[in-house]
């Protein structure tokens, strides 16, 4: 069964360096989104992006982050300067093509930023 | 802000009881979906409703969205081991904007 792939698992950083997410997505979707999950807290939304351009985006994506989709398959989340309080599990999730109502997002394992 | 409050936020109980869990909001959402998480794990996708009143069953999960598409409920008949984790329900409004709004979260624990 497709599913939506995220690497590294567990990325450990220093304050202040830049660290960069990867996702990629489930082939046949064409709507792609961020959210992460501080830890003991809510899932809450960072972006969504559809036709390489962010939709939406949400009061804690910042100038310090930013997302991009290089290529056909893969989709990235880059932090520019981590602050102590980027420490969280970051999720990618996608969703095929418009379908009314149904807003179906499958998303990845996650992965765990450490900010030192 | 759109909030989703779930009840209650822990659940301990023993293997063959039900339960329900209560998804609550003030806003509208035009469509819901319930997560199943385990520690260390994304969401995983159990169910999507998005009529007023439908009720969908997943073998021994039955979701219900309420009339006015603010509330949602799952109940779990007979619940076992297998069925710990954390639920979570996620709200969408279809339109201008696509993003889930999720829910606070109920723990459940089913001991054998």
């Known amino acids: 069964e497709p599913e939506v792939t995220q690497t590294p698992s567990h990325q450990v950083t220093q304050m202040g360096q830049e660290v960069i997410l990867r996702c990629v997505p489930i082939?046949?979707?064409?709507?792609f989104y961020w959210y992460r999950q501080i830890l003991g807290q809510k899932v809450e939304f960072l972006v969504s992006?559809?036709?390489?351009?962010?939709?939406?985006k949400s009061e804690i994506f910042d100038d310090q982050f930013s997302v991009e989709r290089p290529d056909g398959s893969n989709f990235t989340l880059k932090i520019r300067s981590t602050k102590l309080e980027d420490s969280a599990m970051y999720f990618c999730?996608?969703?095929?093509?418009?379908?009314?109502?149904?807003?179906?997002?499958?998303f990845g394992p996650g992965t765990r930023l450490t900010v030192l | 802000t759109q909030l989703l409050e779930q009840s209650p936020q822990f659940l301990s109980i023993q293997e063959g009881e039900n339960l329900t869990v209560y998804c609550n909001s003030s806003?509208?959402?035009?469509?819901l979906q319930w997560y199943r998480q385990e520690p260390g794990e994304g969401p995983v996708l159990l169910v999507t409703v998005v009529t007023g009143g439908e009720v969908k069953k997943l073998k021994r999960l039955t979701f219900q969205f309420g009339d006015a598409r603010k509330d949602s409920s799952l109940h779990i008949t007979a619940a076992q081991p297998g069925d710990t984790g954390l639920y979570l329900c996620?709200?969408?409004?279809?339109?201008?904007?696509?993003?889930?709004?999720f829910g606070t979260g109920t723990r459940l624990q089913v001991f054998p």
């Open positions: 806003s509208v959402f035009s469509s």
């Open positions: 999730a996608s969703r095929e093509e418009f379908r009314g109502p149904y807003n179906e997002q499958f």
């Open positions: 996620a709200g969408a409004k279809w339109g201008n904007t696509d993003k889930l709004i």
């Open positions: 992006f559809y036709n390489n351009e962010i939709s939406e």
């Open positions: 082939s046949n979707h064409l709507y």
